[in-house]
């Protein structure tokens, strides 16, 4: 069982900051990407930023230059550091992982249960 679990959400005004984690947990040999997903109301899913097992990163062109990535392989969790928040990133951000969870076998696609980022003034 792998578990991805978020925390860092909340009410924000515009062009404050927050800061988004997610711990990954369970029976994980390898992790590859990682990444941030938002999904606000009435629209679809979209990608905001991804890292890779290397470090290469890619981001949203929306959120470029205010958001960053990390990720700390110890402890398995990835990070979002949101700054100059616009009220149109607030949407509800769920983590993916593609983790492999034995040798040799193939990475599966692992999601947090999301976390509420509201901008609001």
């Known amino acids: 069982q792998v578990q991805l679990v978020e925390s860092g959400g909340g009410l924000v005004q515009p062009g404050g900051s927050l800061r988004l984690s997610c711990a990954a947990s369970?029976?994980?040999?390898?992790?590859?990407?990682m990444g941030w997903y938002r999904q606000a109301p009435g629209k679809q899913r979209e990608l905001v930023a991804v890292?890779?097992?290397?470090?290469?990163?890619n981001y949203a062109d929306s959120v470029k230059g205010r958001f960053t990535i990390s990720r700390d392989d110890a402890q398995n969790t990835v990070y979002l550091q949101m700054n100059a928040l616009k009220s149109e990133d607030t949407a509800i951000y769920c983590c993916?992982?593609?983790?492999?969870?034995?040798?040799?076998?193939?990475?599966?696609?692992?999601w947090g249960q999301g976390t509420q980022v509201t901008v609001s003034s």
């Open positions: 993916h992982a593609a983790i492999a969870t034995h040798w040799g076998t193939y990475e599966s696609d692992y």
């Open positions: 890292i890779s097992s290397g470090g290469s990163t």
């Open positions: 369970g029976n994980i040999f390898s992790i590859n990407d």
